[in-house]
């Protein structure tokens, strides 16, 4: 290219660019915007979700195209963040239906008044009713699938060393255990928050500090959040990490069997889990409630709650679909999971994060 | 952006264009006008708004949020770890990045456009990935985990350096290959030694661009959040992610809005220094002469000082973390392969789209993001590079200038929870832009709108005003002085700004990660929800889509290079 060239290839570069812009994200923008009031019989319904969900192809579509609903999906990275956000939306909700708030946050949702009772009908509404919210008489909050967070062994490398993997909260204080678990931090991780939830479920108010500085002095590792915990400091996972105990879920065991093997790498300590279960709701001032009371149901069928384990790690409420084989067989839920009232939580959270805070970050 | 340029005074179309023929008190008034509403609308209001409810309570002004933030002790550590991170990392970044853009940019040899290319990847690696390729080196029993930098301050700096080694290198770089050589040639030949050619001719000639480039990497700094918490953890809180806490988590508007404050008094004292420190170093340069490229000399010792140390960052500090991570991305269940690569192509399960899919999102996003920024700061920079006579309209141009830098200095999570409350009628229109894709197009600009200023401004100020003058004698009018003297010298800084609009869009900085998104997620989206699932599957699919990011900010990037073509100046 010689120079004389400069100038019109950074014009063709340019002219390029504004024809690119044409067909881009800001020229279909307006097309999918969910307040466009659609002219089909349903219209739009719009789902406030975290970065978690998903379905596998063609269900969402199913749903679309037996219900005459068109459905937009917005998700926001954070699950924590999710409450908050949809509070300071209140007057102007981002969509008509949330899915994705958790016992952990439940309450500070139902105390703001953020979602309203829907009318549900399908089939699977009574096995949510099992994990409705304490308190939420009128069914604002709808449970839809659920998962134990707990501690996860890398079973290989404690068989390698030769040393008995740890089995309940306590024996994790054990000196031969030293500088082998590692967490996320629960101010900035949600499974982080639920593993603090099951040590105050466990040793009370009075006794979890204690626990944790424990931990603490036996080498505790905290990490941001659960993937760089998984991944990074995790040895079982495929990162090669340095500790053998991390915090994950139940549901985690199943997808760490090796390549030409057929028993998971590792495994959940059934003994340390917290309960997630994880809401949908119709927001307060949906433009589409109805539709979104579809969805919600939808939500609730069983191809949606079959679909859960593959698709969203979670197990469903439903009690008539059928757990993925390896589930059944290497993802056992908790028999009795710690558990912390939502309005516990909802009242304590930052004074027990702050206690946290204080007890292990110092 | 040539052609954005040279519309620039004169958005509004022909209309405006006449008029500027005319009167170009009137042009002028529409390049300000336009970046300014933009700002307003995009950055002011929402900030102003989500800020403004952290001091109402019950419809009253409620400032009691100060005493009680401030007798916090852990307020002023955050603050003092803000700075001190913040000053370390900008250190590190300046020391290695000026001898790197003297090799880059200045030095001639082989592969220098993939290298110049290459060092601008660490600047869009979403910070999970970059927890990736550092953590696992520095981890117990990683490749470094002897040093045990785990989790300590050093590893954030590290981090910090590796992030904004590429935007001092550039800022400098683009500067320094247009300085006219004869003047050192001139010391030169007149005695001076290499070392004194440097310091007292070079180096204060550059002085604009270096603090430019501190200025802009000192922002970067204060507001990382998630390099921050990844490599360090919360022990080394800053403001930025003591307000991310307080927001996202706490819903603490009160204690956010306070620190939000103190996060702007400290942006605008650095911003301040940066400014006096410009100003004092400002000139007009000859940088009309052709691009001084040479031969690297390496028995002459300030070249290969600048090499070694240049070699030093870019191998041990940039190509080690990335290798890592190609390396990781290479391994598979079944052993080595591409397995993790051939999974792109394909639908992640339930995540909708094949990482290829939202690479065409992102690339898509990214230039309505880079076209709205070089559009906004090209005219903002004309604007700010005139020297008006009064002493107040000089004031006010300083001012704008310091205006647009706001946005890498505010928190991001204050922003993006701004669009929350203020763009469901922006401007008091019934569009709810919050849940539109536009939206991240347009976040993504007001971050890149400072990066296109700060990386035009410097070359357009260098311009000596004569220049103009010679040229409005000679019976040019207005518009064609414009024309044949800024924008000839400012197309040189377009590649630049092109590129680096284009990887901060793509990199995802700033309020998109709050924003709720539409169905069509961006790559960094997907590699942060395939990180956020169980399975060496999904995780060797992540580290191969941050490889793909990677290569593809590289590509971009390189194409941007091969625009700007120096001493092109006569064409226009």
Known sequence: MTTHRGPRAALAAATTLVALTACSALGTGDAATPDATGGTSGGTVTLVTHESFGLSDGLLEKFEQDSGLTVQVVQQADAGALVNQLVLTKDAPLGDLVYGIDNAFASRALD???????????PAAADAQTYAVPGDDDGALTAIDLSDVCLNVDSTWFADKGVTPPTTLESLLDPAYRDLVVVPDPVTSSPGLAFLLATVGAFGEDGWAGYWAGLRDNGLKVADGWSDAYYTDFSGAGGDGPRPVVLSYASSPPVTVPEGGDTPRTAALLDTCFRQVEYAGVLAGAKNPEGAAQLLDFLLSDDVQADIPGSMYMYPVSSSVDLPDDWARWAPLAEKPFEVAPADIAEHREEWLSTWSDTVIG | ?????????????????????????LAWGAAVAVPVLFLGVFFVQPVAEIVGRGFVTDGRLDLSG????????????VVGQTLVQAALGTAGAVLLGVPGAYVLYRCRFPGRGALRAFVTVPFVLPTVVVGVAFRSLLVDGGLLGGLGLDGTVTAIVLALVFFNYAVVVRTVGGMWERLDERTEQAARALGASPWRVL??????????AIASAASLVFLFCATAFGTVLVLGGRRYGTVETEIWIQTTQFLDLRAAAVLSVVQLVVVAAALTVAGRARARTERALSVGGPAAAHPVRLREPLDAVAVAVTAVAVLGLLALPLVNLVVRSLRTPRGWGLDNYAALAVPQDTLAVSAWHAAGTSLRTATDATVIALVVGGLVALVVSRRPRGTAARRAVGG?????????????VTVGFGFLVAMDAPLGLPVDLRTSPALVAVAQAVVAVPLVVRTVLPVLRAIDPRQREVAATLGAPPGRVLRTVDLAVAARAVGLALGFAFAASLGEFGATSFLARPQEPTLPVVIFRLLGRPGAENYGAALA?????????AGIVAVCERLRRPGIGGAW
Do not use: N
């Open chain 1, 112 to 122: 703001e008044g953020v979602v309203v009772p829907a009318d549900v009908t399908a």
């Open chain 2, 199 to 208: 310091t007292t001719v070079t180096l204060p000639a550059l002085g604009p």
């Open chain 2, 400 to 412: 704008l200038d310091a205006l647009f830098m706001l946005p890498l200095g505010v928190s991001a």
């Open chain 2, 545 to 553: 889509a941050s490889v793909l990011l990677a290569a593809l900010t």
């Open chain 2, 1 to 25: 952006m040539t052609t954005t340029l040279a519309r620039g005074p004169a958005p509004t179309a022909p209309a405006a264009g006449r008029a500027a023929r005319v009167r170009p008190a």
């Open chain 2, 66 to 77: 100060f005493a009680e933030v401030f007798a916090r002790p852990r307020t002023w550590r």
